[in-house]
């Protein structure tokens, strides 16, 4: 059966406001002419120049973390237990039936940012597109920091989800979430203002900290998410395997079957 892709990830790069400024990527890019002298050396007798066209490989060096570009956080990023007490699951241990499953996309670009969406914009959202929640189904929130990528004000752009709207997810059998924001909970810059204004510490990355009572995963920094209708697709997100990791990179695609 033919089938249409839709890249919804972002790419790794340099110089690029994805992330705040301590935890922004390195790459370092070595041509096929750099490279040369070091391909000809491991070939004891070899001149750089009797290569093919005089041409080592292509290759990069990368300094990253494992929450940069789009990614898929583990539950042990959000927190040591999971399940009331678990140990919270790492990256090599998600199960991979997780994240190849039917997604579903809510469009929530019109709440401001710093919104904390909640259980009933989420249902609301549902209704009205129709759709009725399945377990397992990948659901992905659209918000307007998508918009924002690459921006400078990327980081503190979008809407984020709330304790009560993870969990309304999670106790329906959703064990994968995702968003086009840089955090599945509201930017920092909002969460910090209203915590000075409350002193209340639960206000502190709440959609996270849902993970303590039910283990979950959630990717961060989607694209083309404005390309998806609200269901009708499948998601594959399988991350990088590191061994005992927090998250690990995904190439996350949406996949339609075409008639």
């Known amino acids: 059966m033919p089938r ?15 992330d705040p400024p301590l935890q922004k990527p390195t790459i370092i890019y070595r ?14 007798g070899l001149k750089p120049e009797e290569l093919p066209d005089g041409q080592g490989w292509a290759v990069e060096e990368v300094r990253i973390s494992t929450h940069n570009g789009t990614h898929l956080d583990a539950p042990w990023h959000f927190h040591a237990t999971m399940n009331r007490g678990e140990r919270a699951i790492t990256i090599d241990e998600v ?11 809510l469009d929530f670009r019109h709440f401001p940012d710093g919104y904390v969406a909640t259980a009933a914009d989420v249902e609301a959202e549902l209704t009205r597109i129709g759709h009725e929640l399945r377990p397992l189904e990948i659901v992905l929130v659209n918000t307007a920091a998508g918009a ?5 004000d990327y980081v503190s752009s979008g809407c984020g989800m709330g304790y009560a709207a993870t969990m309304w997810l999670l106790e329906r059998g959703v064990r ?15 969460t910090a203002k209203r915590f000075a204004e409350t002193g209340d510490a639960s206000l502190i990355w709440e959609g996270h900290k849902a993970g303590r009572h039910i283990g979950y995963c959630h990717i961060e920094k989607l694209h083309n998410l404005e390309q998806l ?5 499948m998601v594959s997100c399988f991350p990088v395997k590191i061994r005992a990791a927090s998250a690990g990179w995904t190439r996350a695609v949406a996949i339609f079957d075409e008639p």
């Open 4 to 18: 249409r892709l839709i890249d919804i990830s972002n790419a790794l790069e340099n110089d690029v406001p994805a």
């Open 229 to 233: 209708p609200p269901d009708g697709f």
């Open 148 to 152: 924002r990528y690459g921006q400078e």
């Open 31 to 44: 041509n096929h002419q750099e490279t040369a002298p070091f391909v000809a050396s491991l070939f004891p």
């Open 176 to 190: 994968v979430t995702g968003t086009d924001g840089w955090s599945w909970d509201a930017p920092f810059v909002h």
């Open 95 to 105: 199960p991979l039936d997780w994240c190849l499953q039917p997604g579903v996309k």
